[in-house]
């Protein structure tokens, strides 16, 4: 499930991660969703597509949102074919609806890697809930998203980018 290369690195995870967040606030700020996993997506009868679950709407850079996205909604092998050319078209679109215009992909593809720590903390909280706390996602859902997240993690190099 979790790469091998990251079994000794819990506390290199969480102090990336806390770097992750506040790097997350130094950039351009938008509103974010925050936990953007597939169980909070729906489709309308028209075919487009929505969040639910606002509750932990703030407000930080887009990359965290996308990160969180694209490493919980894609297979492995998926995320490894796809994010770079997702992440262009995002890149396409955010500027197309009067984002920022000189954002490029460089730049893009660093604060991607760099924000994939946030899903992973939310998803280790998930499945390490106390005995006294509901179960808030089965734990094969739970153990999905951690496999495809701390894959992330490794093929990204995101250690070394944060």
Not at 1 to 21: C, E, I, N, T, Y
Not at 34 to 60: A, P
Not at 97 to 126: C, E, K, M, N
């Amino acid at each position: 499930m979790v790469p091998a290369q990251l079994h000794s690195k819990g506390p290199d995870l969480w102090a990336a991660a806390m770097r992750s967040l506040e790097s997350n606030i130094r950039e351009p700020l938008t509103v974010l969703h925050s936990d953007v996993h597939l169980n909070n997506w729906y489709v309308t009868g028209e075919g487009r597509m929505g969040l639910c679950d606002w509750q932990l709407m703030t407000r930080g850079n887009w990359a965290l949102d996308v990160a969180y996205a694209l490493s919980s909604a894609l297979t492995v092998d998926d995320r490894r074919a796809w994010e770079r050319e997702l992440i262009e078209v995002y890149l396409d679109q955010l500027k197309a609806s009067g984002g920022p215009s000189d954002l490029d992909f460089d730049q893009a593809w660093t604060l991607y890697r760099q924000q994939v720590f946030h899903g992973l903390i939310f998803w280790l909280y998930t499945i390490g809930h106390g005995a006294l706390q509901p179960a808030m996602q089965p734990d094969a859902v739970s153990r999905i998203n951690l496999e495809r997240m701390t894959n992330a993690i490794v093929d990204l190099e995101s250690l070394d980018s944060i």
